[in-house]
């Protein structure tokens, strides 16, 4: 989960480096560091901290200009977040090489002890300074850098993404990648690596997706791609589907805030081409599967964590009502590692923003394993995800920073909105009509989620005002329950308090024990339109909370006359098919926990202990 980039070429080394690990700060900002090769020889800055801390170390002790140079943002694993942990760290006996990772070598003790035992010094606890000091002994043996960076990338186990520079080969750039992301970014004299485009997307959209077990030799008129054997790989080169504008701030306060506001375009772009105006859907995407592969599909199961787990919740419920087909939703590190039932007919499902997440990654192999196909919906063009799933539906959120997950959340569920009345379609057992109305009303669903954006101000106002908050809880039914935990969580990662998600139904089975006089509760109130509405048993839930005290924030649909004489304030959003409402009611959520965390001085893009990729298991 650490930000890696590369440059060899023309431009300022240190300004393509810095750009680059600002843009990719998202994925960890433990430490920050960079090696550069210039006419004087190899110049390494770093320090622990945010990249500010970084510039401000060279301001004190400047580079000199150079046209190659790696550059990495740390998410710490092996050692503490401190400067002689950060990366890059040097190798050999004249410390002439640099190296950074991206992962965890699992065999780094056994590597460590020949080190030892030679009498090789450390100056970190790192397990990535072994794969240094190896690589610079291997090439002080043969000469041969390539040889010897192959040799040793062989010797690794566990996941890395690894660049390399030596100052005896200063026009180039040596990367390998296992279990871990790397992107080649394509230029005119010029070449670029990192953990994903963003890094180059300034530069160029030519880019090429790095695969398993492979390795770059990077310079700047040419790029060889071999296999960790030592042969020749080809590539296929894709372009970027978004530009540098869309990765930065934009004017917004911050990330999220932005990608909050950018949710009708994430909605609307993730349903355009694939729902016509009669509210028809086309999955292109799913043209693998046959109509009759389709009918004879006996579960799904839905791999994902955090979020994007949510986005699952929600989607099972429509995809289990329009197609028939049994949904269980998993969390990947759960399902990997017991016998889940897997049939040939079984469709599992991956969701993931990054398509990094290595737990993902590992459920969705062990999966194909079994013998399943797998789905991804994915937000990341050439993640490895994508590249090693059957098919993959991409979420087109456009590039997401902030840690936190907005919009590609409501990107996801709208995926998985399609699969379902898609699923559905072809199987038949519902009415298509009731589809097609389904699908038209989908069809208006980022008009209503730019309304929704338009109303925020009441949830980011009593998110400021309960910046004093020691807990607050979150319930919901149906489609509403991963609502409330998805609540939940953005509160715990953004605002460091205490919050949780519960079924309103499970309330008097415990939770209700924690309910005490002012605890604050807020409660997604099902549509009272829906036949089989679950409103009056919601309307309970509230009344026997309130009767312990709690104070009720509820967010109802417009126009709702049960629940202003039941809850302190009302949130309103859209009428809706009360199935597509978690796109709705999720979204003041966002904002609640958004504001509660700014009015506690915290950074909502960069809350403390995570990073947005988590690339280890
Ligand atoms: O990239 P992914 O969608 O696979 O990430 C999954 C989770 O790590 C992610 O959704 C995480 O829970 C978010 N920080 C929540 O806001």
Redesign the pocket.
């Known amino acids: 989960m650490c930000g890696i980039v590369g440059y060899v070429g023309p431009k300022s080394t240190l300004d393509v480096l810095l750009g680059g690990l600002r843009r990719l700060e998202y994925r960890g900002y433990d430490s920050a560091g960079v090696s550069v090769i210039s006419a004087a020889g190899l110049e390494t800055r770093k320090k622990a901290g945010k990249l500010d801390n970084l510039v401000g170390e060279i301001d004190s002790h400047p580079l000199p200009a150079a046209h190659i140079g790696i550059g990495h943002t740390r998410w710490a694993t092996h050692g503490a977040p401190t400067d002689g942990n950060a990366h890059p760290h040097l190798g050999g006996s004249a410390l002439k090489l640099s190296l950074i990772h991206n992962g965890i070598i699992e065999n780094f003790a056994e590597l460590k002890a020949e080190l030892v035992a030679d009498g090789v010094s450390f100056s970190s606890e790192t397990d990535s300074e072994v794969a240094a000091h190896h690589i610079a002994r291997e090439y002080e043996k043969s000469g041969d850098l390539v040889a010897a960076f192959r040799f040793v990338m062989n010797r690794l186990h566990g996941a890395f993404t690894i660049l390399v520079i030596h100052e005896d080969q200063p026009d180039v750039v040596l990367a390998a990648r296992r279990n871990a992301p790397l992107v080649i970014g394509l230029g005119d004299g010029e070449n670029f690596l990192g953990s994903d485009v963003a890094a180059f997307v300034e530069y160029t959209k030519r880019a090429v997706s790095v695969g398993q077990d492979e390795i770059v030799v990077l310079k700047a008129d040419s790029v060889t791609v071999y296999g960790f054997d030592g042969q020749p790989v080809s590539f296929d080169e894709f372009s970027v589907d978004w530009d540098a504008s869309a990765a930065s701030k934009g004017g917004w306060s911050s990330f999220m805030a932005k990608e909050i506001a950018d949710q009708p375009q994430a909605v609307g772009d993730t349903l355009m081409g694939r729902l016509s105006a009669d509210g028809v859907v086309t999955l292109p995407e799913m043209s693998g599967l046959s109509a009759a592969d389709i009918k004879a599909l006996d579960r799904i199961i839905i791999v ?5 787990s949510y986005a699952g919740d929600i989607a099972k419920y429509g995809i289990e009502k329009w197609s028939r087909i049994p949904v269980q939703v998993e969390l990947s590190h759960e399902f990997r590692y017991r016998s889940p039932i897997v049939t040939p007919n079984t469709l599992v499902v991956a ?7 290595m737990d ?1 990654l590992m459920a969705t192999r062990y999966a194909k394993e079994l013998g399943a196909k797998v789905l991804a919906i994915c937000n990341t063009q050439g993640a490895t995800l994508a590249r090693e799933s059957d098919a993959v539906i991409y979420t087109h959120a456009g590039p997401e920073v902030a ?3 907005t919009k ?1 959340l409501t990107a996801q569920i709208t995926a998985g909105y399609l699969l379902g009345l898609f699923l559905g379609q072809v199987r038949g057992v519902v009415p298509a009509s009731e589809l097609k109305a389904l699908g038209l009303d989908l069809l208006k669903m980022p008009a209503r989620v730019a309304e929704v954006l338009e109303g925020l101000d009441v949830a980011s106002d009593l998110g400021a005002a309960m910046a004093n908050a020691k807990s607050i809880l979150f319930l919901g039914r149906n489609v509403g329950f991963p609502v409330a935990m998805e609540g939940a ?2 509160l715990k ?1 953004l605002a460091y308090i205490h919050a949780e998600g519960f079924a309103a139904g499970e309330l008097k089975h415990g939770p209700i024990a924690l309910i005490e006089e002012g605890q604050p509760v807020i409660v997604i109130v099902p549509s009272p339109r829906d036949a089989e509405s679950l409103q009056p048993k919601v309307i309970s839930n509230i009344q026997e909370i309130r009767a312990r005290g709690a104070k009720v924030i509820a967010i109802a649909e417009e126009g709702d006359p049960n629940v202003a004489d039941y809850a302190e304030h009302v949130i309103y959003v859209p009428q809706t098919e009360p199935m597509f409402a978690a796109i709705l009611t999720v979204i003041p959520l966002q904002a609640f926990a958004m504001a509660l965390s700014t009015a506690k001085g915290l950074d909502v893009d960069q809350p403390r202990n ?1 990073a ?3 690339t280890v298991e």
Request: charged share 15%.
């Open positions: 994902a964590c955090g979020t994007a969701i993931s923003q990054s398509g990094e997440t993902t840690v936190a997950s590609a969580l953005k990662e995570l947005k990729s988590v």
